[in-house]
């Protein structure tokens, strides 16, 4: 074995992206796009032979809907239910980012593993939902996770600049974004809604009421954990929080993952127009499904 200390895989590929073109960042897969560097055609075939296990912890969300922040909350719990303090991986948990080498050495892994992924369901490895495991889905209204994208693709050297706004305003809504449509993979979630392995939380109850849900996820996953732990894991997740620790969870790119951390920032961002052209493909979309009434559109949209 070597005595030198690996190389973080994530920053090599930072550094990878930053001799690339922007127009060789992104390519096409069944119709979405996915980012080069990170996902590249082998690690997403292998994805086929993932062995999901009953007793995984799963979080998925589209991407700028919170998924680090709920790594950070799964972690914790975690943690305070084993007892250990387990020091978080040197890369993130989706599976789509694992290179086939890695992802055969999943299987070594005890349990109870952390899974992740930003994948339409359609695109997760099958075992996702053959096994049963228990699925934690993050969703954020379309509003503030397209300004949050538009900022994330700015900043994040793996990925092209998003400028101008309103072209990716409408990149956005076309689902031509990296994991494609941000409809289509609330859609999908609509019809698996009433699935008991499946528990959807939304990014602004959790800015609501974080010890609350905690408390629901680590129930959700027999994470058994008492109130004093609840509100401790609770105290730890909020943005502030996070960010401050964010040069040890995160290094270079802490401040780019936790960003604002705010609901309703699209005011800042979005035209009349634009705000009225995202309404009415709410509408047509999500308007009377569960999904869009959990999303309380009318509250954090208007
Ligand atoms: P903003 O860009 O609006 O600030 P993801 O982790 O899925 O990429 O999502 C990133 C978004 O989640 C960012 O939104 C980030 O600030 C926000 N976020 C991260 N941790 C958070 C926390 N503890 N509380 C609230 N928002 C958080």
Redesign the pocket.
């Known amino acids: 074995m070597s005595q030198t200390q690996p190389e973080n895989p994530m920053k090599s590929r930072m550094e990878q992206a930053k001799e690339m073109k922007d127009e060789e960042k992104l390519y096409k897969r069944d119709g979405v796009l996915y980012s080069s560097i990170l996902s590249p055609p082998e690690t997403l075939d292998k994805l086929k032979d993932l062995e999901a296990r009953e007793d995984d912890v799963i979080l998925v969300?589209y991407?700028?809907?919170?998924?680090?922040?709920m790594v950070?909350v799964l972690r914790k719990i975690m943690n305070a239910s084993t007892g250990k303090n387990e020091a978080p991986p040197d890369r993130p948990p989706l599976v789509e980012f694992l290179p086939p080498d890695v992802q055969q050495k999943l299987s070594e892994m005890p349990p109870r593993r952390l899974l992740g992924s930003h994948l339409h369901p359609d695109n997760m490895p099958a075992s996702f939902f053959t096994k049963k495991p228990k699925i934690l889905v993050?969703f954020r209204n379309p509003k503030?996770t397209l300004?949050?994208y538009f900022?994330?693709m700015n900043k994040n050297p793996v990925l092209p600049s998003a400028e101008p706004w309103d072209k990716f305003f409408s990149e956005f809504l076309a689902g031509e974004v990296p994991w494609g449509c941000y409809f289509d993979h609330a859609l999908a979630w609509e019809k698996r809604i009433d699935d008991p392995n499946v528990m959807i939380v939304m990014?602004e109850e959790?800015?609501q009421n974080l010890p609350m849900e905690v408390k629901k996820i680590s129930e959700f996953f027999s994470f058994p954990l008492t109130q004093e732990q609840v509100n401790s894991v609770a105290e730890q997740?909020?943005?502030n929080?996070?960010l401050e620790n964010s040069n040890k969870s995160h290094s270079n790119m802490g401040s780019i993952?936790?960003?604002?951390?705010?609901v309703g920032?699209w005011k800042n961002h979005f035209s009349e127009a634009q705000s009225k052209e995202m309404d009415e493909i709410f509408r047509s979309k999500l308007a009377g499904t569960k999904l869009g009434a959990q999303m309380k559109y009318d509250i954090y949209c208007q």
């Open positions: 969300a991407p700028k809907c919170g998924f680090n922040w950070g993050v503030d300004v949050s900022h994330f990014y959790l800015k997740s909020t943005f929080a996070m993952f936790f960003r604002k951390g705010e920032d």
